[in-house]
């Protein structure tokens, strides 16, 4: 039915009716030039890499990424970014899923308790936990902004995620992609979203985007492309009998190297301590460098994808209204302290790269930004206008980036919990630093403090030995050790285990340490 016949049968309601339909066109227009006017986001995330990788964090390093460092010209380098942890040994699966939910790392789905399992495991042995809403899922990345107008899209690997939140996105090509071609390796994700816009572009597409580009790499196995394999001095080695060969082209020994750990992790048979193709349990220099190699070949690749994608978007004339935010789901280690994987609390595993560039962001900027990975709902909801769920527990770091905060908050707590229990905390405020063990039923429990302003890489009493700083070429100076016992720092030690108990308690942290108050 027309208007005109509306008129002619009600001539007085169908007036009030027509004005009424009239607004609601105009304000339904007004939302739809609204929507099409915010702007467009592209989340990019690697699969295991430690900021130090990266010339943005360690001009040292011999990773070329010239488009990642281009963006950080462009936008702003946040310093301290972090993941909270995790409970699981896939520390990936607890982070993706506060990445998908600004949830806090014991506010997740989690394990669900198991009453025999409690009773036997004694109340301070939790086995479980269960502080997630069921609808959760509704309130996620890709459902928050589908309710927002924003058409959503996501290529990543499968698995260790949080697949109740992927489902969501409206268009989804996943896979694990970790091989050395154009269709086995990081090539592909970029297909995927190259193709979405191309799509977009021929259907006349306005809606502003979200987008989701995750990558496989470099998350072993890192079997890159021959040529970045070659650039790197590396081979992607896979006979557990041999050594790889060694060669003077591959990337040089961290400078916080060790041969080993000083003492056991907690996590028996740990497959990314032990199990990892390429590598084992070997923490030789030649196995390392080699590793190296490979991890840079696969992080250089990603870095010719993304460019690949901003190019499009630049022809396309969408980069200018585009926030581009880059950042890992966690760190690695790869030979720093004689570890290999992401199960430690040490600053190049448990911080992450974060880069973003976008209107209002200032070009080549810096801040320390103290931010978890699940601020980032908040802060891309706060840059679009876009409500934030009401299950949102992070806070947005949108002020950092427009340069009105340096920080967001003032302490930072890290959990390993995916070994034997409890396992690892760690508390950061200022430079001081506290990581406590307790694992292997009570047959390792070490504290570590380190002052990080003037022990950055976290060196232990083992990086003083000759053979390691002729290894790594670094001599650290007499102050960079663990502080723990020394008694200068003892007040400093006991204001800081004071913090990480009460940051325990404030995020609902179901154990306690051996010598911290019990759970009642």
């Given at each position: 039915?027309t208007y005109?016949s509306?008129?002619t049968?009600r001539?007085?309601?169908?007036?009030s009716?027509?004005?009424?339909c009239f607004?609601?066109v105009?304000?339904a227009?007004s939302?739809?030039?609204q929507?099409?006017d915010?702007?467009n986001i592209?989340?990019?995330i690697?699969?295991d890499?430690s900021p130090f990788?990266?010339?943005?964090?360690?001009?040292?390093s011999?990773l070329?990424t010239?488009?990642?460092?281009?963006l950080?010209?462009?936008g702003?380098t946040?310093d301290?970014?972090y993941?909270m942890g995790s409970?699981?040994?896939?520390?990936?699966?607890p982070?993706?899923?506060m990445?998908?939910?600004?949830?806090?790392?014991?506010?997740l789905?989690?394990p669900?308790?198991?009453?025999?399992?409690?009773?036997?495991a004694?109340n301070?042995?939790?086995?479980?936990?269960d502080?997630?809403?069921?609808?959760l899922?509704?309130h996620?990345?890709?459902a928050?902004?589908?309710r927002?107008g924003?058409?959503?899209?996501?290529?990543?690997?499968?698995?260790?995620?949080?697949?109740?939140?992927?489902r969501?996105?409206?268009?989804?090509?996943?896979a694990?992609k970790?091989?050395g071609?154009?269709?086995?390796?990081?090539?592909?994700?970029?297909?995927q979203?190259l193709?979405?816009?191309?799509?977009?572009e021929?259907?006349?597409?306005?809606?502003?985007?979200?987008?989701y580009?995750?990558f496989?790499?470099p998350?072993d196995t890192?079997?890159g492309?021959?040529?970045?394999?070659?650039?790197?001095?590396a081979?992607?080695?896979?006979d557990?009998?041999?050594l790889?060969p060694a060669?003077?082209?591959?990337p040089?020994?961290?400078?916080n190297y060790?041969?080993e750990h000083?003492?056991?992790?907690?996590h028996p048979?740990?497959r990314?301590?032990?199990s990892?193709?390429?590598?084992?349990?070997r923490?030789?220099p030649?196995?390392?460098?080699n590793e190296i190699?490979?991890?840079?070949a696969?992080?250089e690749n990603?870095?010719?994808?993304?460019?690949?994608v901003l190019e499009?978007?630049d022809?396309?004339?969408e980069?200018d209204?585009?926030y581009?935010?880059y950042?890992a789901?966690?760190?690695?280690?790869?030979g720093r302290?004689?570890?290999q994987?992401?199960?430690n609390?040490?600053?190049?595993?448990?911080?992450v790269?974060?880069?973003?560039?976008?209107?209002g962001?200032?070009?080549?900027?810096r801040?320390?930004?103290?931010?978890?990975l699940l601020?980032v709902?908040?802060?891309l909801?706060?840059?679009?206008g876009?409500?934030?769920?009401?299950t949102n527990?992070g806070?947005s770091?949108?002020?950092?980036l427009?340069?009105?905060?340096?920080?967001i908050?003032?302490v930072l707590?890290?959990v390993?919990?995916g070994g034997?229990k409890?396992?690892m905390?760690c508390?950061?405020?200022?430079d001081?630093k506290?990581?406590?063990?307790?694992?292997?039923?009570?047959?390792v429990?070490e504290?570590q403090?380190f002052n990080?302003?003037a022990?950055?890489?976290e060196f232990l009493?083992?990086?003083?030995t000759?053979?390691?700083?002729?290894?790594?070429?670094t001599?650290?100076?007499?102050?960079?050790?663990n502080?723990?016992?020394?008694?200068?720092?003892?007040?400093?030690?006991?204001?800081?285990?004071?913090?990480?108990l009460?940051?325990?308690?404030?995020f609902?942290d179901?154990?306690?340490?051996?010598d911290?108050?019990?759970?009642?």
């Open positions: 039915m005109a509306l008129s049968v001539p007085r309601i169908d007036q009716a027509i004005r009424i607004l609601f105009i304000f227009s939302a739809m030039l929507a099409a915010r702007p592209l989340f990019i690697a699969d890499q990788d990266l010339k943005s964090y360690n001009p040292d011999a070329e010239p488009v990642l460092d281009r950080a010209a462009e702003m946040i301290g970014a993941h409970w699981s040994g896939a520390v990936c699966t982070s993706r899923h990445v998908m939910s600004g949830r806090t790392l014991w506010h789905p989690g669900k308790p198991n009453k025999k399992q409690q009773a036997k004694g301070n042995k939790p086995v479980g936990f502080h997630a809403p069921a609808d899922a509704e996620t990345m890709a928050v902004f589908n927002a924003y058409a959503t899209m996501r290529t990543c690997k499968r698995g260790n995620s949080y697949e109740a939140a992927n969501q996105f409206t268009r989804r090509h996943d694990t970790r091989g071609t154009a269709e086995s390796g990081s090539a592909w994700h970029a297909e979203v193709d979405y816009l191309n799509d977009r021929s259907e006349k597409q306005t809606d502003p985007f979200l987008i580009f995750g496989s790499h998350h890192r079997d492309t021959p040529e970045l394999l070659s650039k790197y001095g081979v992607n080695h896979a557990p009998e041999t790889p060669n003077e082209d591959a040089q020994l961290p400078v060790l041969p000083p003492f056991h992790h907690g048979n740990l990314d301590e032990v990892v193709s390429g590598v084992w349990k923490r030789d030649t196995t390392i460098r190699g490979r991890e840079f696969c992080s990603i870095d010719i994808q993304i460019g690949r499009k978007l022809a396309m004339g980069l209204n585009t581009i935010v950042t789901d966690h760190g690695m280690a790869i302290h004689g570890l994987g992401k199960q609390l040490y600053q190049h595993t448990w911080r790269p974060l880069i973003v560039k976008g209107p962001i200032k070009a080549a900027s801040a320390e930004g103290n931010v978890y601020d709902l908040a802060t909801c706060d840059l679009t876009v409500q934030p769920p009401k527990e806070t770091f949108a002020p950092i427009k340069g009105e905060k340096e920080t908050r003032n707590y890290g390993y919990c034997t409890p396992g905390r508390v950061k405020q200022g001081w506290l990581i406590k063990y307790d694992v292997l039923d009570g047959k429990r504290t403090l990080l302003a022990n950055p890489h009493t083992q990086h003083h000759a053979s390691v700083s002729q290894l790594t070429g001599a650290p100076t007499e102050d960079q050790v502080l723990a016992d020394d008694p200068r720092f003892a007040e400093k030690r006991k204001e800081m285990e004071a913090l990480l009460s940051q325990q308690q404030q609902d179901p154990y306690r340490l051996w911290q108050p019990q759970i009642d």
